[in-house]
């Protein structure tokens, strides 16, 4: 467990570097990221490098005893490349190109472009790669922020094209995967497909679902490159790439898969305000972030981490970029970067060091402040490093694996098919997985975040939030793990070219749970249908379930909640407390043992430390554990507090 800062040495005068450097590693921080922002100043102009600056503040940083992340600069090509290659501008769906002057103005699909990043990362790789400062390498930035995995560009247009030949071969294969015969759509070869926007009408929901399968592996094949290069000049160090919170624009397994680390940019505050919270619990929360939300990301990332996930970047006090930018409270700096170690991270890295006092991000709080004293997150990360050293002096077993008894499987293509079709306007695949896990969380269980093509063996309890198409083989190792599974509605609706299945839904899952989805209807948000012990929204499948056992009705007489052998299915989307009470029966059943924590307290498992974590405003008190067992904290955790004890 280390702490780490994003650090922009040409934000400052460089007078300033040595005395930051020191600052930095009296404070507790190991391991600094810098230059992922940096190109126009390490090529001012084409084909013309200045290294003598990146040079002086790596060996200032070295010489401090803090450990480099380097990181490649294409996240912001300088405008000298933009105005020599236009085609490096992605294009919106309006057809016009995303101008110069912010960031992540790029088309993954340019050539151009390509070839440019081919050449920086080199040139970095080979100047830095076997520095003895540098142990570590970020690739770009935040693949995909402001909504720039899809660009319609010609370029794009054109390899999507060869991206289809290769997936379908023939044309007339397409036509028939696609049902083109439909609406007389049908196309004589790939030449005649274009992009899927400026129809009059809905496009062809199956050419809309291979353009975003395309967009992904756009960045995957993107992503690759830079890596490679990485390998090639930097032998031995890990690459990471900094993910975001819950962003689902493309499949981070696949970029995952050529990591090494799997970090992720957390913003508890910011994420409570743009994502789908209600005004109540926005408010409830307005000062800490929900109690599950960060902890569901960093399940995600360690689930495809080889080696210990981190967070690259950490939220120490008020952003910038969300609608209103409250400040945290007193200790949730501290609480986020212990409840990160607690799910396994490796890593916890602060953005940044210090305020910047220009630019579009001046009002983004560091661990200090513009006129370079400590801030409130500052002081915290010092306590968090204090504490690190207290149980490394205590030699705890703090670092192992997490060893979670219930898997949740995550799937990003769900999220763009629903989005496709989603039938019901607000039938939003993250919330559902994101309400599902909560209720596990809020039962005091840890819980593994995982694809559906991961090996399920050793699970106790399988949770298969809305999954509309999966693997060929995923009925076979449901049932092969020996785990009680629960699937949600609309899983196995929909074959790989989104067509209904033959059989209908739930598809090939008919082999472990024996249902017949009939028909389907979606429901207003001001709408809800009772069922036994509580309610249902959003959505309901409405089945026949032959040889299996009814445990929950709606009114009307249709089953809610089906059971066959271990295999449980949800017709619908519950509210929370039914969805809560139906998750603690199966954990039960499945031989686990729920502890109904409230809203407010989460506990997490991680070696030999149990960590318990306040988000309320008033104290808690742990019952049955003596004193001496507590490493961090005691038997009352302060409001916004945090306790860890020997298990």
Same mark, same amino acid.
């Given at each position: 467990?280390?702490?780490?800062?994003? @650090? @922009?040495?040409?934000?400052?005068?460089?007078?300033?570097?040595?005395?930051?450097?020191?600052?930095?590693?009296?404070?507790?921080?190991?391991?600094?990221?810098?230059?992922?922002?940096?190109?126009?100043?390490?090529?001012?102009?084409?084909?013309?490098?200045?290294?003598?600056?990146?040079?002086?503040?790596?060996?200032?940083?070295?010489?401090?005893?803090?450990?480099?992340?380097?990181?490649?600069?294409?996240?912001?090509?300088?405008?000298?490349?933009?105005?020599?290659?236009?085609?490096?501008?992605?294009?919106?769906?309006?057809?016009?190109?995303?101008?110069?002057?912010?960031?992540?103005?790029?088309?993954?699909?340019?050539?151009?472009?390509?070839?440019?990043?081919?050449?920086?990362?080199?040139?970095?790789?080979?100047?830095?790669?076997?520095?003895?400062?540098?142990?570590?390498?970020?690739?770009?930035?935040?693949?995909?922020?402001?909504?720039?995995?899809?660009?319609?560009?010609?370029?794009?247009?054109?390899?999507?094209?060869?991206?289809?030949?290769?997936?379908?071969?023939?044309?007339?294969?397409?036509?028939?995967?696609?049902?083109?015969?439909?609406?007389?759509?049908?196309?004589?070869?790939?030449?005649?497909?274009?992009?899927?926007?400026?129809?009059?009408?809905?496009? &062809?929901?199956?050419?809309?679902?291979?353009?975003?399968?395309?967009?992904?592996?756009?960045?995957?094949?993107?992503?690759?490159?830079?890596?490679?290069?990485?390998?090639? &000049?930097?032998?031995?160090?890990?690459?990471?790439?900094?993910?975001?919170?819950?962003?689902?624009?493309?499949?981070?397994?696949?970029?995952?898969?050529?990591?090494?680390?799997?970090?992720?940019?957390?913003?508890? +505050?910011?994420?409570?305000?743009?994502?789908? @919270?209600?005004?109540?619990?926005?408010?409830?929360?307005?000062?800490?972030?929900?109690?599950?939300?960060?902890?569901?990301?960093?399940?995600?990332?360690?689930?495809?981490?080889?080696?210990?996930? #981190?967070?690259?970047?950490?939220?120490?006090?008020?952003?910038?970029?969300?609608?209103?930018?409250?400040?945290?409270?007193?200790?949730?700096?501290?609480?986020?970067? #212990?409840?990160?170690?607690?799910?396994?991270?490796?890593?916890?890295?602060?953005?940044?060091?210090?305020?910047?006092?220009?630019?579009?991000?001046?009002?983004?709080?560091?661990?200090?402040?513009?006129?370079?004293?400590?801030?409130?997150?500052?002081?915290?990360?010092?306590?968090?490093?204090?504490?690190?050293?207290?149980?490394?002096?205590?030699?705890?077993?703090?670092?192992?694996?997490?060893?979670?008894?219930?898997?949740?499987?995550?799937?990003?293509?769900?999220?763009?098919?629903?989005?496709?079709?989603?039938?019901?306007?607000?039938?939003?695949?993250?919330?559902?997985?994101?309400?599902?896990?909560?209720?596990?969380? /809020?039962?005091?269980?840890?819980?593994?975040?995982?694809?559906?093509?991961?090996? +399920?063996?050793?699970?106790?309890?399988?949770?298969?939030?809305?999954?509309?198409?999966?693997?060929?083989?995923?009925?076979?190792?449901?049932?092969?793990?020996?785990?009680?599974?629960?699937?949600?509605?609309?899983?196995?609706?929909?074959?790989?070219?989104?067509?209904?299945?033959?059989?209908?839904?739930?598809?090939?899952?008919? /082999?472990?749970?024996?249902?017949?989805?009939?028909?389907?209807?979606?429901?207003?948000?001001?709408?809800?249908?009772?069922?036994?012990?509580?309610?249902?929204?959003?959505?309901?499948?409405?089945?026949?379930?032959?040889?299996?056992?009814?445990?929950?009705?709606?009114?009307?007489?249709?089953?809610? @909640?089906?059971?066959?052998?271990?295999? &449980?299915?949800?017709? /619908?989307?519950?509210?929370?407390?039914?969805?809560?009470?139906?998750?603690?029966?199966?954990?039960?059943?499945?031989?686990?043992?729920?502890?109904?924590?409230?809203?407010?307290?989460?506990?997490?498992?991680?070696?030999?430390?149990?960590?318990?974590?306040?988000?309320?405003?008033?104290?808690?008190?742990?019952?049955?554990?003596?004193?001496?067992?507590?490493?961090?904290?005691?038997?009352?955790?302060?409001?916004?507090?945090?306790?860890?004890?020997?298990?």
């Amino acid at each position: 467990m280390r702490l780490g800062v994003c @650090y @922009y040495p040409e934000h400052w005068p460089e007078t300033m570097w040595q005395d930051d450097a020191r600052r930095m590693k009296a404070l507790g921080i190991e391991q600094v990221r810098i230059a992922e922002f940096a190109w126009s100043r390490i090529e001012p102009s084409p084909g013309e490098y200045d290294w003598g600056w990146l040079d002086r503040a790596i060996d200032v940083l070295g010489d401090a005893g803090l450990e480099v992340v380097m990181c490649t600069p294409t996240a912001t090509p300088p405008k000298w490349l933009i105005d020599r290659y236009p085609d490096i501008l992605p294009v919106g769906a309006d057809g016009r190109p995303r101008a110069f002057g912010s960031r992540r103005h790029y088309d993954f699909s340019s050539p151009s472009y390509f070839e440019a990043s081919r050449v920086i990362c080199t040139a970095v790789a080979q100047r830095y790669g076997k520095h003895p400062a540098v142990a570590y390498w970020q690739t770009d930035n935040e693949y995909g922020c402001h909504n720039t995995v899809v660009s319609y560009s010609p370029a794009a247009v054109q390899r999507f094209r060869q991206w289809l030949k290769a997936r379908y071969e023939t044309v007339d294969a397409l036509n028939r995967a696609w049902g083109t015969v439909f609406w007389s759509m049908e196309y004589r070869s790939f030449d005649e497909i274009d992009a899927p926007i400026g129809t009059v009408t809905e496009a &062809h929901p199956s050419h809309r679902l291979d353009y975003r399968r395309f967009a992904s592996d756009e960045v995957a094949r993107y992503n690759r490159m830079q890596v490679d290069i990485i390998r090639a &000049h930097s032998p031995g160090r890990p690459v990471a790439h900094n993910f975001m919170q819950l962003f689902t624009e493309f499949d981070h397994y696949d970029v995952a898969r050529d990591l090494d680390i799997a970090t992720w940019d957390s913003y508890p +505050l910011g994420a409570l305000e743009e994502q789908w @919270y209600a005004p109540d619990v926005k408010a409830k929360y307005l000062r800490t972030g929900h109690p599950d939300y960060a902890s569901f990301n960093h399940d995600v990332y360690r689930g495809m981490s080889k080696q210990p996930f #981190w967070v690259m970047e950490q939220q120490p006090g008020p952003v910038n970029w969300a609608h209103w930018n409250p400040s945290p409270l007193p200790g949730m700096v501290r609480l986020w970067s #212990w409840e990160a170690f607690a799910h396994g991270a490796g890593c916890v890295s602060y953005f940044r060091w210090r305020q910047a006092p220009f630019a579009q991000e001046q009002m983004h709080a560091g661990l200090n402040t513009p006129d370079n004293r400590l801030d409130m997150g500052g002081s915290e990360a010092e306590q968090v490093a204090q504490e690190i050293a207290r149980i490394e002096a205590e030699h705890v077993s703090a670092n192992d694996a997490v060893r979670s008894k219930i898997a949740l499987v995550w799937d990003y293509e769900a999220k763009w098919l629903f989005e496709i079709h989603p039938q019901g306007a607000d039938f939003y695949y993250p919330r559902f997985a994101f309400e599902y896990y909560s209720a596990l969380r /809020s039962l005091g269980f840890d819980v593994d975040i995982v694809p559906a093509y991961a090996a +399920l063996d050793g699970y106790a309890m399988i949770v298969v939030p809305p999954l509309p198409t999966v693997p060929d083989d995923f009925a076979a190792r449901l049932k092969a793990s020996g785990a009680h599974v629960v699937i949600g509605p609309r899983t196995g609706s929909k074959t790989q070219s989104l067509q209904i299945p033959a059989n209908l839904p739930p598809g090939t899952l008919t /082999s472990l749970l024996p249902v017949r989805v009939w028909r389907v209807e979606s429901m207003r948000p001001n709408v809800t249908e009772p069922v036994d012990g509580g309610h249902a929204r959003h959505w309901r499948d409405l089945i026949e379930a032959e040889g299996c056992t009814i445990h929950a009705r709606f009114s009307d007489g249709h089953p809610a @909640y089906v059971q066959s052998n271990k295999a &449980h299915y949800f017709t /619908s989307l519950f509210d929370d407390a039914l969805t809560q009470k139906l998750l603690a029966r199966i954990a039960e059943e499945a031989g686990l043992a729920p502890t109904p924590l409230g809203d407010d307290i989460r506990i997490s498992r991680r070696g030999g430390l149990t960590y318990v974590f306040n988000y309320s405003h008033i104290k808690h008190k742990i019952d049955g554990i003596a004193g001496e067992r507590f490493i961090i904290g005691s038997h009352e955790v302060e409001p916004q507090g945090v306790a860890a004890y020997q298990s």
